[in-house]
Structure formats: C-alpha cells, structure tokens
C-alpha cells in the first residue's frame, strides 16, 4: 500500500481513509465481539496511569530496547503506551548524530482489533502509527519488514509474526503467571488463568523462534477500591460481569508476569 496523506491505497484500487482521529481501519467487517470497548479502553488508561504496570513496562524496555531506526510492531497494542516506551527508551540512541545522515528514527506500528483502542493509541506518540485489524489473520505489514513484534496480553500469530520479522529480529512475549492478580481472581470470580501457559508458549512459538532471555516481574501493593473496579474492567473480564460479583473494595494485589525475548530462526517461504 501507499500513503497520500489522507489514507492509503494499494494498486487494485483499494482505498482506506485516515480517521479524522487519527487511525486507520483495515478491517473488513464489523468488530468481533471481544474486542476492547470504549469504557474498557478508559479503565486502562487510569490503571496504567495510575502506575502499577510501571515495572512491567521498565522490564520491557530494558529487556527489548530497539536499536537506532528500528521497526515495531505491537500486535494486540491496546493504547500503546508499552510501544510509547519502547519507542522513548531507544530516543537517546535515535538522536545521535551520524555524520553527513540526519538521525535514525524507530517508529512503530500499534496493531489491534478495536477502534477504541486504536483511537487511544494514534495520540500516544509520535513516531506510532495505529491500526485496526485482527491479529489472527495476515498482518498488513510486509514481509521481513519489523525488527521488534510485541505481544503484551495479546493473541499471538506466530507464523505470521516470523514473517513480518527480519531475520535478526525479535519478538517480546508478556504473559501472567498463576500468581498475576490471584487475589482478585479469588475474590471476584473472575477469569482463571490456564495451567500450562508458559509451556504452551514455547510450543506454539517452537521451530521459528528460539527462547534467548526471561525476566519475571513480581510485585506485590495495596490498591483501592478504584483501582480494583479498573482492573477488573479493562480486561475480558468485563465480559463476564456477575450480578452476583461484590463491589470492589481495597486489596493487597500481586502483579507477576513473565518477559521472554525469542530470536526468530526460520525464514518463512
């Protein structure tokens, strides 16, 4: 596809516009129904403003940061605010000079199937491009393309993410573990996480990436009442609201995730 300024269109006369917001749609149909609504998308925002994912964020950049004039791509990107921080933390090494070169600049791709999201991620930087469309199917990126594919809480589409990536590229895998918000997960009936998730992982991931480094962020703090209802409601657990379900109160929350980098190892056909 080819860029004019106000939308892009491909050579068989395809043609999607810029949404006045700033995101561009290239999906064929109506939102799936799990994707992330409006209200979702706002509770977040105030959680990740709030700052209890700080650690998680400060691991992903330390543990991934981009070389100068990287690609990336965050697929399932939410508001971009962890693609925001990848792209800020390689800005330093962006702004070196090159002599006789204007600097090299890292830009990202924000991809999810929301509009909602999309529309939060298109302001979240200036180097970010926001896109809609649906992870599981064939990524609007091209082939070996991306030097960086995130997938933070997000659905992972392994063929299609060695694909897009260059040969030396990476990928950022974010996953719980079973002690990732436990407390409210006991308390609120909400969503178990499966047994097994890390070793699903590296087998859905086995024979085009290979596991080179992991880091696991486990932290533990109070929250209130407030930031409990935003937990609970940024996620597919508000999907899956209880009338039963007692109004959120303040708690002592464990936040646990792992981080795993992988080095792509097949060159796809």
Known sequence: MAGD??????????RFDLAKQGYLNLSAGPQPANADTPDMVAARERFIGAGFFDPITAAATTLARPNPGSRLLDAGAGTGRLLAALLNAGAALDDRPVRGAEPARSRGIALDVSTAAARRAARAHPRLGAV?????????VSDASVDLVVSNFAPRNPAEFARVLRPEGRLLTITPTPDHLAELRRAYGLLEI????????????????????????????????????????????????????????????TVSVELRIWQRTEVPP
């Open 132 to 140: 809609v469309a649906d992870v599981w199917q064939r990524l609007p």
């Open 5 to 14: 300024g106000s939308g892009v269109h491909c050579a068989q006369g395809h």
């Open 194 to 253: 499966q047994t097994g998730k890390s070793d699903r992982l590296a087998e859905s991931l086995g024979g085009r990436f290979e596991l080179v480094a992991v880091e696991r962020v486990h932290r533990r703090a109070r929250w209130s009442a407030e930031v409990v209802a935003d937990a609970i409601a940024m996620g597919p657990n508000a999907f899956h609201r209880d009338s039963d379900r007692p109004a959120p109160e303040p708690a002592g929350v």
